[in-house]
């Protein structure tokens, strides 16, 4: 009986670190261009299948005609297309003040030796609430961003009586046509799906739909804000919504769903 119960307690040690090869997998479905930089955020990714449902398509931006004094950067993406596609020289590209709440982007802008700021906030909408009160209401700045965002954070500054430009510099498109080796994979088994914006969970609706008979119930949605909850919540009868609007967060909420399910299967057959 000693040996059975420290058998036991050496799988359960197993499962807190997330050794068992019986955890359920994760599905990753973030634009497969971003993976080098996800797989940074993740423990393991043993049990992690990557399964793009989207893409991202740069675009030229129009620059406003008014210099910046602030340039706000919440992702490192945005940070990158708007230095590579912006034209400006490097001496303009040096003279504002480049404001971030991701650390990976502010490091990646000192090492472009440019003036960064990085404020601590677990969320876009804390972000733009600590901008709002720090930023003066005479400077001018530029927001390089995605088309679709899950928060809205020019509109809520523009609120706040600042003067801020919006620049698109990507889009957001589904993918055309999926592996059949990559569905198999999805639809193999009940899994837990990070779903990191309402376009993902469209195109991730549409493929059960045509891919799984509609088998929403075999699939648990972790999703990164209330946004995309609300995209998903008409499908899925559950959906887990991540501590923080980061990706960092999306992962921890996945990683430890898998975790806790998976002692909680083996308890219950032991």
């Not at 677990?122 to 972000?127: E, M, R």
Request: net charge positive; hydrophobic share 40%.
């Amino acid at each position: 009986m000693r040996f059975e119960c420290n058998e036991k307690s050496e799988q359960l040690k197993d499962l807190s670190e997330g050794k068992s090869t019986a955890m359920k997998q994760i599905v990753w479905t973030r634009p497969a261009e971003d993976w080098d930089n996800d797989q940074k955020l993740m423990r393991s990714t043993q049990h992690v299948v990557l399964f793009p449902l989207t893409r991202q398509i740069e675009i030229c931006p129009k620059l406003p005609q008014k210099p910046c004094d602030i340039v706000i950067l919440t992702s490192k993406k945005a940070a990158s297309v708007f230095i590579q596609k912006s034209q400006l020289s490097k001496e303009a590209l040096a003279k504002p003040e480049y404001i971030t709440f991701g650390l990976e982007t502010y490091k990646y802008l000192l090492g472009l030796n440019f003036r960064a700021r990085l404020i601590e906030a677990q969320s876009a909408k804390k972000f733009a609430e600590t901008l709002s009160q720090e930023i003066k209401k005479t400077a001018s700045v530029w927001f390089p961003r995605p088309i679709d965002v899950a928060f809205e954070l020019g509109e809520y500054l523009r609120s706040k009586g600042l003067e801020v430009y919006d620049i698109a510099m990507y889009r957001t498109e589904p993918l055309k046509s999926v592996e059949p080796a990559q569905l198999q994979k999805l639809t193999a088994d009940p899994c837990i799906v990070c779903l990191a914006s309402p376009s993902a969970v469209k195109s991730f609706v549409d493929i059960i739909l045509s891919h799984d008979n509609g088998r929403f119930n075999r699939y648990l949605p972790v999703v990164i804000g209330p946004t995309t909850k609300a995209a998903a919540q008409s499908y899925f009868k559950e959906v887990l919504v991540a501590s923080h609007s980061t990706l960092q967060s999306l992962w921890e909420k996945a990683y430890e769903t898998a975790r806790r399910d998976d002692i909680r299967s083996y308890l219950s057959v032991h």
